[in-house]
């Protein structure tokens, strides 16, 4: 007489992959997240190797921000939520493997990786339409895969499981995910979205110390960075130089030039501190001057390839230039910069700038071909070459090179150039630097 087999026993080789994969996701998204918030912070990361090879390119695509609008989170916190989880699920797979639940907890583990799977393919396709490659983001769909692959491959048979386990399994993932995912909406709420920057400012200058005093410990390290560089930089003579765009008095005791390129993610930041920092400077205390450096080899003398980032490197610095006299430069620069991602040929910058100001394509288009538009770009990239300029944003500070530390320049701002203010006093030793 036969007897009903029992169910096969998952080994511990393939419980330790799925095991190991997990955690590794959970460890590496925790990563992706603590370097995102360098990113939010005006940082600059190691995997933001070129326009291309970007990851923050891809935190702050469209896609990115739509995610983090709806579910409260970034997502990075995501790929924790989902390693945490998969860890977790295969922990209660290993205790449960001996019992009747085993099945159960088996098909969890598989329905996670299927869930794993949807997701990377989503995300890939993401990063595919932002035109940029994120490489932390393909270790993590490596370890996604691994996962997927141990648990239809490693664990026992049958290969798809029956409908009562996956009813099972899916209550499981509830069960585990749903926690997860709640207590990871803390920090997930915290952590700045694409283009906003940590609020420095209050109303009034004792709420602007107050809050100066009290920077989140990540700012600290970013504006003792700052204020070192900036203490042991050498002030260039510009005197010769003519200021054709200024935000506040020509006597402000704080005046902050800015090298930008019309397509570097960092200067997309910087910009959103600089409309803060605009709104928050005490009255008086700080003037900022925009400059454009685009990161070609020729100063654009020569028109790039249509399509191609140097035809948007130019066209975008030129079109800025074109709008200097108009009331709504700002805007200008504002527009660009948000639509960064979309800037994908000379017409669409044209779009960008005459969506703002009113002015026709035609006209615009004139300007940015002119010999007096082209000199005026020159005389930014000679302005900017005095410094040795290695990348942008270049931030000069009366006169000396610093970090864009948005802390360290209204600090200064308040302090009305004391470098040496009690804000400053309590910072943290800056990172070495090469």
Not at 358 to 380: F, Y
Request: proline share 8%; aromatic share 6%; net charge neutral.
């Amino acid at each position: 007489m036969s007897t009903p087999s029992s169910p096969a026993r998952p080994s511990n080789a393939a419980l330790g992959v799925l095991l190991a994969s997990g955690l590794a996701t959970a460890g590496l998204a925790v990563y992706q997240w603590l370097e995102l918030l360098v990113v939010r912070a005006g940082g600059t990361v190691a995997c933001a190797v070129n326009e291309t090879v970007n990851c923050a390119a891809v935190w702050n695509s469209p896609f990115a921000s739509a995610v983090h609008d709806a579910l409260g989170m970034p997502v990075a916190a995501l790929g924790v939520v989902w390693g945490v989880a998969a860890a977790v699920l295969v922990a209660l797979a290993f205790r449960k493997r001996d019992t009747d639940d085993a099945p159960v907890h088996l098909a969890s583990v598989k329905l996670w990786a299927v869930a794993g799977v949807a997701s990377i393919v989503v995300f890939a396709w993401a990063s595919w339409s932002a035109r940029a490659v994120c490489l932390t983001c393909l270790g993590t769909y490596g370890l996604v895969a691994l996962y997927a692959a141990a648990a239809f491959a490693l664990l026992p048979e049958p290969r798809w499981p029956p409908p009562q386990a996956l009813v099972g399994g899916a209550a499981w993932l509830f069960v585990v995910a749903a926690p997860t995912f709640l207590v990871s909406l803390v920090p997930g709420g915290n952590t700045p979205k694409a283009g906003e920057v940590t609020r420095l400012s209050g109303t009034s200058e004792p709420e602007l110390i107050e809050a100066l005093m009290n920077m989140p410990a990540r700012e600290k390290l970013m504006t003792s960075a700052a204020r070192t560089k900036w203490l042991s930089a050498t002030a260039k003579d510009t005197s010769g130089v003519t200021v054709r765009v200024r935000h506040g008095p020509k006597e402000a005791p704080i005046r902050v030039v800015e090298f930008s390129d019309v397509l570097c993610p960092h200067c997309a930041t910087f910009e959103q501190a600089l409309e803060e920092l605009r709104r928050a400077a005490p009255e008086g205390s700080l003037s900022i001057e925009p400059r454009s450096f685009p990161l070609v080899d020729d100063a654009c003398v020569k028109p790039g390839e249509p399509g191609t980032p140097k035809e948007v490197r130019c066209v975008g610095a030129k079109a800025q230039i074109c709008s200097e006299a108009h009331p709504l430069y700002w805007d200008v620069r504002k527009a660009l910069f948000a639509k960064q991602q979309q800037l994908r040929s000379a017409d669409a910058v044209l779009e960008a700038v005459t969506a703002v100001t009113g002015v026709t394509k035609e006209a615009l288009s004139t300007c940015i071909a002119s010999a007096e538009t082209q000199a005026k770009l020159a005389d930014d990239v000679a302005y900017a070459k005095r410094y040795d300029i290695r990348g942008t944003p270049l931030v000069l500070l009366n006169d000396r090179e610093t970090w864009p530390s948005q802390g360290f320049i209204l600090g200064m701002a308040v302090g009305r150039g004391d470098a040496n203010a009690p804000w400053f006093q309590n910072l943290p030793e800056p990172p070495p630097t090469e």
